[in-house]
């Protein structure tokens, strides 16, 4: 049967990718580039590879079952669930491998709500979660990392190390919140018992949560996928689903602002 949902209606590409159709026609050709056409065993798809990915986009942004939403691009829910097992992974950003002196990033940790108990568990939103810790570019505002998912109820120090965002970022300058303490990265300078902090304290820390506030910006963007809401599926899907969501911020903020990777 004939799917209502179609890459070739550029409407449907902006609505379920978040991208301007001439964005998602780079990042076709990216993941083409990067093989995502190879020949798979069975029978072929029987979806373009623009479809495809427009409804792993589309089950992302919108966070349909797959029942509901299969049916929308013609196919099954096993054809469909196929497809987001396949392409999800395909998706995922390249991060950064080394930075720039002078470079400034920022990090926070953020929770997803996970059906997938075995990868998560209750956090202080008192519902089963992973833990992401997600660091950004200061300047431009891309994520630049994304560690991989910890169990939610692990503080943000603790899962600074864990999920690998330490060991990628290395020594480059990183903003965090007061949670950071022992880290060694740039935090708010903390008010001493009984005292008031002295006056340049003061002002750091109100420039410096100025700053951090970007992190809150992406989080915010991202989660405008809500899939990142309520995520049903399991084992390392979210971290698909964190990864890929991270690269079609990057690529809308890339098309709409004119910034330029670096």
């Known amino acids: 049967m004939a799917g209502v ?3 070739s209606e550029p409407h449907w590409i902006a609505l379920f990718s978040g991208l301007q159709p001439r964005d998602f026609r780079r990042l076709i050709a990216t993941l083409r580039r990067e093989g995502a056409e190879l020949t798979r065993r069975g029978r072929p798809w029987s979806l373009s590879l623009e479809d495809r990915v427009l409804l ?3 089950y992302w942004r919108t966070n349909l079952t797959l029942r509901q939403l299969a049916p929308l691009f013609g196919m099954s829910k096993s054809a469909a669930d196929r497809i987001v097992d396949h392409v999800g992974p395909l998706l995922a950003f390249k991060q950064r491998q080394r930075f720039r002196a002078g470079t400034v990033l920022i990090v926070d940790g953020t929770l997803v709500p996970t059906r997938d108990h075995s990868v998560a568990e209750q ?3 008192y519902r089963y979660s992973t833990s992401h810790q997600v660091v950004i ?5 891309m994520v630049v990392v994304v560690g991989r998912p910890v169990p939610g109820n692990r503080n943000d120090r603790k899962a600074w190390a864990e999920s690998g965002a330490k060991a990628a970022v290395g020594k480059t300058t990183t903003i965090a919140d007061g949670g950071y303490g022992g880290t060694g990265l740039v935090i708010p ?3 001493p018992a009984g005292g008031e902090l002295f006056g340049w304290k003061q002002e750091h820390n109100r420039s410096h949560k100025q ?3 970007r992190v809150e910006h992406v989080f915010a963007r991202l989660k405008t996928w809500k899939i990142l809401r309520d995520c049903r599926l399991k084992g390392d899907g979210v971290h698909h689903a964190m990864l890929g969501i991270a690269r079609l911020h990057n690529l809308a903020l890339i098309g709409g602002a004119g910034f330029v990777s670096r």
């Open 137 to 141: 570019d200061a300047d431009t505002r």
């Open 211 to 213: 700053v951090r506030a």
């Open 123 to 125: 956090s202080k939103n």
């Open 5 to 7: 949902i179609t890459a």
């Open 56 to 58: 792993v986009t589309a």
């Open 189 to 191: 300078h903390r008010r």
